[in-house]
């Protein structure tokens, strides 16, 4: 059974910081591109950065280039965002998925966890 669960979630500042994760079972982790996405309320799903399976290959969406970075510890099955200088904007509920390399679209998705930023 495959799960991927999201952490580290919260209400912060704008222009705060936070940290999440995503721990993975039940696949061969480092088989697997890890990529987070983000979806505010009445917008669509949207992709935030993505990993490559040994972490050589890293992409981010233009509104997050220079305040977010993805990282994965293969080791651990995890995979972070780091996201610093958040904006009220970003309030959204944070998704990780997972797929394999020769898959177009996540195989997998964690049930999120929410990301409220706010004074």
């Known amino acids: 059974q495959v799960q991927l669960v999201e952490s580290g979630g919260g209400l912060v500042q704008p222009g705060g910081s936070l940290r999440l994760s995503c721990a993975a079972s039940?696949?061969?982790?480092?088989?697997?591109?890890m990529s987070w996405y983000r979806q505010a309320p009445g917008k669509e799903r949207e992709l935030v950065a993505g990993?490559?399976?040994?972490?050589?290959?890293?992409n981010y969406a233009d509104s997050v280039k220079g305040r977010f970075t993805i990282s994965r510890d293969n080791a651990k099955n995890t995979v972070y965002l780091q996201m610093n200088s958040l904006k009220p904007e970003e309030t959204a509920v944070y998704y990780c998925?997972?797929?394999?390399?020769?898959?177009?679209?996540?195989?997998?998705w964690g049930q999120g966890t929410q990301v409220t930023v706010s004074s």
């Open positions: 998925s997972a797929r394999r390399l020769a898959v177009t679209r996540p195989e997998y």
């Open positions: 039940g696949i061969t982790f480092n088989l697997y591109v």
């Open positions: 990993i490559s399976s040994r972490g050589i290959s890293i």
